[in-house]
């Protein structure tokens, strides 16, 4: 069974850094599409940022840009997200998610149900 477990969320000032991490058990996603969402209270679970299979590619939302970095650890099995110079109106529970459906898959995919699995999320508020 498929677990993904995210981590490193928490409470933090404008303007400060986080670094979310998510670790998958069950199945290596080595070659395959990852992603973090972020969904506030109230709204719709949107897209933050994509990395294809090999972390050569990245895409992010117009939103973060310049301020997040997605990457990943193919050896250890996690994909993390830095989040620098945060705004209050980036307070959100953060998801990661893999596509399974595609192999070799890009950074190209932006939408909830392009994706195959999906953590339990992590808490993040700034606070202003």
């Known amino acids: 069974q498929v677990q993904l477990v995210e981590s490193g969320g928490g409470l933090v000032q404008a303007g400060g850094s986080l670094r979310l991490s998510c670790a998958a058990s069950?199945?290596?996603?080595?070659?395959?599409?990852l992603a973090w969402f972020r969904q506030a209270p109230g709204t719709e679970r949107e897209f933050v940022a994509a990395?294809?299979?090999?972390?050569?590619?990245?895409s992010y939302v117009d939103s973060v840009k310049g301020r997040f970095t997605i990457s990943r650890d193919n050896a250890k099995n996690t994909v993390a997200l830095q989040m620098n110079s945060l705004k209050p109106e980036d307070t959100a529970v953060y998801y990661c998610?893999?596509?399974?459906?595609?192999?070799?898959?890009?950074?190209?995919?932006?939408?909830?149900?392009?994706?195959?699995?999906w953590g339990q999320g992590t808490q993040v508020t700034v606070s202003s």
């Open positions: 998610a893999v596509r399974f459906r595609t192999l070799y898959g890009g950074s190209t995919y932006y939408t909830v149900k392009e994706y195959d699995y």
């Open positions: 069950g199945r290596t996603f080595r070659n395959y599409a």
């Open positions: 990395i294809n299979w090999s972390g050569g590619s990245t």
